[in-house]
């Protein structure tokens, strides 16, 4: 099975890590993974703060990048939300505004091959056991795009339930948003951050050592407010945690990357 990996913006300039724990799972799977370098944002941030038209080119470019490729998968719910409930709307307005039907074909050739990764591992893949090993206490806050826009349900939770050694704890409050909403704790920073500060408090109380999301850009606000709280509790991306074998855990035994 052939797939690429649409890597995101946040990935790629902060958490390169995730990319190569994607990679590294998928291909002890059996999954031969590209990396179209022609790939770039996806036009989320000049679509969510009102720059609808900037999108475009940006859509334009993913799909080309992605061309010819029988799946596409991102480790964000976030991004890949984009591209599916999206991308299609950009391509109706150019439409309805007589620019023609190249934007809207573009988009409806792209959207049914993308996927968010634990959809990918569990949907295409048919998998939930990963062979992965991490003797850790872990607990997982459901990131907005994932839980709401892409309807992932449990499958993050069953592919952590299968890690050899993990302890799964169950976060309260955990379909809460943390407050992050991209352009949203720029715009409402003050309550940007009390939302950070509810789910923190929520984490702590579990006592795990690590708090596992899917999305990068969520896992980055929470990191934050954990960095000044001087908390001991960790974050990392669901790909590291899903990469991680017994080999990798005699070398890295409680470290948690940031």
Do not use: W
């Not at 591209?83 to 150019?94: F, K, L, T, V």
């Not at 091959?113 to 992965?132: C, H, I, Q, S, W």
Request: aromatic residues 6%; hydrophobic residues 40%.
């Amino acid at each position: 099975m052939r797939a690429a990996l649409f890597v995101t913006c946040v990935n790629d300039a902060l958490y390169p890590r995730t990319g190569v724990a994607v990679v590294r799972l998928l291909e002890r799977l059996g999954v031969d993974v590209d990396f179209p370098a022609a790939q770039s944002c996806c036009g989320q941030p000049q679509y969510n703060t009102g720059y609808r038209y900037e999108s475009e080119p940006l859509l334009r470019r993913t799909a080309r990048a992605f061309a010819g490729y029988p799946y596409v998968v991102a480790p964000s719910g976030s991004c890949v939300a984009m591209i599916r409930e999206h991308y299609p709307r950009i391509g109706a307005r150019a439409a309805a505004e007589g620019r023609g039907n190249e934007l809207a074909d573009l988009a409806a050739g792209l959207v049914p091959r993308v996927y968010e990764l634990t959809e990918f591992l569990v949907d295409v893949l048919g998998v939930t056991d990963v062979g992965a090993y991490f003797p850790h206490t872990v607990t997982y806050h459901p990131s907005c795009h994932g839980l709401r826009a892409l309807g992932l349900g449990d499958r993050p939770r069953r592919l952590l339930a299968a890690v050899r050694g993990l302890d799964l704890i169950e976060l309260p409050g955990a379909e809460e948003c943390c407050g992050f909403g991209g352009t949203f704790a720029v715009k409402n920073p003050d309550v940007s951050a009390a939302m950070g500060a509810d789910k923190v408090r929520a984490a702590r109380a579990t006592g795990a050592e690590v708090l596992c999301g899917a999305d990068n850009s969520c896992l980055a606000h929470l990191d934050g407010t954990l960095r000044r709280a001087g908390a001991p509790l960790r974050t990392l991306h669901i790909a590291e945690i899903l990469a991680s074998t017994d080999e990798a855990a005699t070398t890295t035994e409680g470290k948690h990357p940031r």
